[in-house]
């Protein structure tokens, strides 16, 4: 070293970033050296034979590359924790009181009667589910007051389990996301959420309408897609429908099938993105996947709300739906399945289709086994016939099947959120274990068909959980009848 600069201030200066230069560089380097060609030798080279100008440069581009990554890259979504509703037991309907019920409005004919009777037999509803006290008054009501009383029980009372479930308070929340098809009054139930529970001033909320019995899968996807752009948040998703605006009473056969169904019910969900989060967090969302066949007028039109003849609003179900529901099903699951099925399974798919475009039609497609890809499986609940069909086009077997099957007997269609009861079932029964993979599978309006894949970070302990099923689950599972026959008194 020369002695004249020995104590010069600016050489002491350059030497010292030069060091913290070189410092950042190696620390990269070696960060660095598993996923590319950077060797320490090609540091130590760049020691020897680099200027600072050129050492500075490279190391602090390697810190905006490392803060890039970091800052663009896939944030994790978990479920902290999720509330089913369950109504008061005062709202307890059975099949046989539904029916009085509608004959005591006077507004169905004897046809219509007995056509709804015939449905409600098989239709795999149990006599516990819940239906609005205005659909119990006399008259029925069905004004925007009574439905807003409905809704407002069933959102409110769940977000507040959730939030007592979770720790949290509404201030934290900066997402809101709700769904609610048929009934969307101004202000929205976005609004009124904000309004009741005293949410944040600059909360992101959203309300999503008229998208069916898949928007729940949907409210949860807007909510990811959020949550990877607003770093440490947390989204709370409610999931609901409204009966009492549901309800349809005339004449009309394709308007008449929801009121053997649909019954109250809804769910809260809430999300988070801080990392902190997972040890406390009981799943993961893996995959969404959402498929809409709306682009073709038949699947467009099987589910359409409309005027009837004598000017009625209800909700049309097309002859074809089942066939619909069906080809969007195919069309969710092809390209999901290659996320998430083994090669093996992957492998006689191909085999399958090959044998069947180039030699002959005579071979059978080949039905992947998802049971292989997942533990738990769960299937809106939309009627006996729709999960007779599911189970059959996935070949499913009856364990496989109860949650689904259960939720229908005891709550009914709850629309989108018939997901979430399913799920409770399954935590209910503790067959919920760390690592286990849930598969939730929605159809809606539009057509749609939407799929949510989960990750339990846990085991779940029935013991410790609160949920609708809990205070009954040892009663379950029924014995399905086939058939149920309901007293011709009743109409």
Same mark, same amino acid.
């Given at each position: 070293m020369n002695p004249e600069n020995e104590h010069d201030p600016q050489n002491n200066f350059k030497f010292k970033l030069k060091a913290l230069n070189?410092?950042?560089?190696?620390?990269?380097?070696?960060?660095?050296?598993?996923?590319?060609? +950077?060797?320490?030798?090609?540091?130590?080279?760049?020691?020897?034979?680099?200027?600072? %100008?050129?050492?500075?440069?490279? #190391? +602090? =581009?390697?810190? +905006?590359?490392?803060?890039?990554?970091?800052?663009?890259?896939?944030?994790?979504?978990?479920?902290?924790?999720?509330?089913?509703?369950?109504? %008061?037991?005062?709202?307890?309907?059975?099949?046989?009181?539904?029916?009085?019920?509608?004959?005591?409005?006077?507004?169905? $004919?004897?046809?219509?009667?007995?056509?709804?009777? *015939?449905?409600?037999? *098989?239709?795999?509803?149990?006599?516990?589910?819940?239906?609005?006290?205005?659909?119990?008054?006399?008259?029925?009501?069905?004004?925007?007051?009574?439905?807003?009383?409905?809704?407002?029980?069933?959102?409110?009372?769940?977000?507040?389990?959730?939030?007592? %479930?979770?720790?949290?308070? #509404?201030?934290?929340?900066?997402?809101?996301?709700?769904?609610?098809?048929?009934?969307?009054?101004?202000?929205?139930? =976005?609004?009124?959420?904000?309004?009741?529970?005293?949410?944040?001033?600059?909360?992101?909320?959203?309300?999503?309408?008229?998208?069916?019995? =898949?928007?729940?899968?949907?409210?949860?996807?807007? @909510?990811?897609?959020?949550?990877?752009?607003?770093?440490?948040?947390? @989204?709370?998703?409610?999931? @609901?429908?409204?009966?009492? %605006?549901?309800?349809?009473?005339?004449?009309?056969?394709?308007?008449?099938? =929801?009121? $053997?169904?649909?019954?109250?019910?809804?769910?809260?969900?809430?999300?988070?993105?801080?990392?902190?989060?997972h040890h406390r967090s009981k799943y993961e969302l893996v995959h969404t996947l959402r498929t809409h066949e709306g682009a073709n007028d038949a699947s467009y039109k099987c589910v359409h709300e409309e005027e009837d003849e004598q000017g009625t609003i209800g909700i049309a179900l097309s002859k074809n739906l089942m066939a619909v529901a069906g080809e969007a099903l195919k069309a969710n699951i092809s390209t999901l399945a290659p996320l998430v099925l083994p090669w093996s399974e992957l492998l006689l798919v191909v085999t399958s289709s090959v044998a069947r475009k180039f030699f002959t039609k005579k071979v059978k497609p080949y039905i992947p086994n998802f049971k292989l890809a997942f533990e738990h499986f769960c299937i809106h609940a939309g009627g006996k016939a729709v999960l007779d069909e599911l189970q059959k086009s996935l070949n499913l077997g009856e364990w496989q099947m109860e949650p689904s099957r259960m939720t229908l007997y005891r709550f009914g269609n709850t629309s989108s959120s018939s997901l979430w009861y399913e799920l409770a079932y399954s935590e209910a029964k503790g067959r919920i274990n760390n690592g286990d993979r849930v598969w939730q599978i929605g159809f809606g309006s539009g057509f749609k068909c939407n799929s949510m894949v989960w990750k339990a970070l846990k085991n779940i302990h029935p013991l410790v959980e609160k949920n609708p099923w809990m205070d009954e689950i040892h009663d379950f599972p029924v014995i399905l009848p086939k058939h149920e026959p309901l007293s011709s008194s009743t109409i």
């Open positions: 070189l410092l950042f560089l190696a620390f990269f380097a070696i960060l660095l050296d598993p996923f590319c060609t +950077f060797s320490i030798h090609d540091l130590v080279q760049i020691i020897r034979h680099e200027n600072l %100008k050129t050492i500075t440069i490279s #190391s +602090f =581009s390697l810190i +905006f590359l490392a803060t890039l990554y970091f800052r663009k890259r896939r944030r994790k979504v978990y479920l902290l924790n999720f509330a089913c509703y369950k109504p %008061k037991p005062d709202q307890i309907c059975s099949k046989e009181r539904i029916m009085k019920i509608f004959a005591g409005t006077g507004k169905f $004919t004897e046809a219509s009667l007995s056509f709804q009777k *015939k449905i409600m037999e *098989k239709s795999g509803v149990g006599d516990k589910t819940y239906v609005p006290r205005a659909m119990m008054a006399v008259p029925v009501e069905k004004g925007i007051a009574a439905a807003k009383k409905e809704t407002e029980e069933v959102i409110f009372g769940a977000i507040e389990e959730v939030l007592e %479930k979770s720790g949290m308070k #509404s201030k934290d929340i900066g997402i809101l996301v709700v769904n609610s098809s048929v009934f969307n009054p101004v202000p929205s139930w =976005s609004d009124m959420i904000v309004n009741r529970f005293k949410v944040r001033h600059d909360v992101l909320s959203y309300n999503l309408g008229g998208m069916g019995c =898949s928007a729940g899968v949907i409210a949860i996807d807007v @909510a990811k897609q959020l949550l990877q752009v607003h770093p440490r948040t947390y @989204a709370l998703v409610v999931s @609901a429908e409204n009966v009492t %605006k549901d309800s349809y009473l005339g004449n009309n056969r394709a308007m008449l099938l =929801s009121n $053997t169904l649909f019954r109250v019910g809804g769910a809260a969900i809430l999300l988070s993105n801080h990392p902190s989060d």
